[in-house]
């Protein structure tokens, strides 16, 4: 929302007295922290009750147990770990639990934009005055979010799935303040005041940390895409072994589909250098591939022979820093400089940046999937850490470097050889 953007007079006092933009602050964002959650688990349940349907049309259970399930999925996104015939898995579909955090931030934009009339103006925040308007909404926000997962979390549980409260209640905090709170600022327009009092060289950086994470993520997916794909008989024949009809094999798609972005950090993982454990004595690394027995699921296709590794796979280890270099380069493309200083800034601060948040996300990555040994399956985030600020921050300084060298260097040809010695 725009109506806390400095501008004509008696058009932003009209903006702000506007009754869609003040509307009751809590009871919004109560509502839309309830229609968030709500929004992905009634999209859950629905799939639980065609997947119930679809594995034996209906002979076995009630459309409860389809219920049940779909809210346990739900949940699963949430962190909350269950227990599968006494074995726990605690892994989380990401690519469920990033449609929650997609709902999440439509909501939380839409309750932003309708309170976004609370609280002080532009020039007021400008001022140094305390605006509680986005935490209050987002903490409100909250309390509707958490409400809908305590009530499924106490309908759907049982002592033989047994799902962690905690584990719920932190992930609900966690999608919340992340994807809830930003929204909610981006939509009362506090988050564009927020970043006109940043100093350029913070806002730069932040662009480049989200370009070089975001290219290096879409390079990860395109190698475990040209894995799976280079290796595809495998996983149908996985799939022929499981003797599975067509309504099974819908539903084992769609939750092997709910898993593909955890196969996508597990391979960015892989590019880094560190690799990722599939079990307990394992590593698939570019190094080295040590496997033991795999579980039939089709993404294990993706995985390299074990032993010996091509020697070409070794320089995958160039794609880290080569990519972060492209993407500090095309970033400042966008937004110039001139200045030595403020081009290696930029580059590097933002591919540090990139190198932390990629650690965080391998993090919720990886967990147990069953028992014994495949209590540990995923990367190691440290491991993980160190590498991507390295790759990254290398990346990051070169390419901010070179374009520095580039704009400067059509500058001097557009304005003059000695035009920019003031600045060297």
Known sequence: ?????????????????????????????????????????????????????????????????????????????????????????????????????????????????????????????????????VASATAAFAGGYVAVAMITLRLAETPQTAPSVARVLAWCLLLCLTSGLVSIAVGSGRAAIWAAMLPPSARAAGATCLRVLGAYLAVAAVAFLVALVTDFGTAVNVMSRLHTDAGDTTVYTALTASVTPNAVLFSASYLLGPGFTVGAGTLVSPTLVQLGPLPMFPLLAALPDSGPTPVWTVYLLALAPLVAAVAAARSQHRNPTLRWEEGLLRGCAGG?????????????????????????????????????????????????LVMTWWQRRTARRATGDGALDSDA
Do not use: Y
Request: with cysteine; charged share 15%.
């Open 1 to 133: 929302m725009t109506s806390l953007l400095p501008g004509p007079g008696p058009t932003s006092v009209g903006e702000r007295l506007d009754p869609r933009h003040r509307r009751p602050l809590v009871l919004v964002a109560v509502l839309g922290g309830a229609a968030a959650a709500l929004s992905t688990l009634l999209v859950c349940l629905a799939a639980g009750v065609v997947g119930w349907f679809l594995a034996d049309a209906g002979a076995h259970g009630t459309p409860r147990d389809g219920l049940r399930v779909g809210a346990l999925g739900w949940l699963l996104a949430h962190g909350s770990g269950i227990h599968v015939s006494g074995v726990t898995v605690t892994v989380v579909p990401l690519g469920l639990t990033a449609l929650a955090a997609w709902a999440v931030w439509r909501v939380g934009h839409r309750v932003g934009d309708s309170v976004s009339g609370h609280g002080p103006d532009a020039d007021r925040i400008a001022d140094g005055e305390r605006d509680w308007t």
């Open 352 to 400: 540090v940046a990139a190198g932390v948040l990629l650690a965080l996300l391998t993090t919720v990555a990886g967990g147990a999937v069953g028992p014994g040994r495949l209590r540990a399956v995923g990367p190691d985030s440290f491991d993980v850490l160190v590498h991507a600020v390295t790759a990254f921050g290398i990346g990051g300084l070169v390419g901010g």
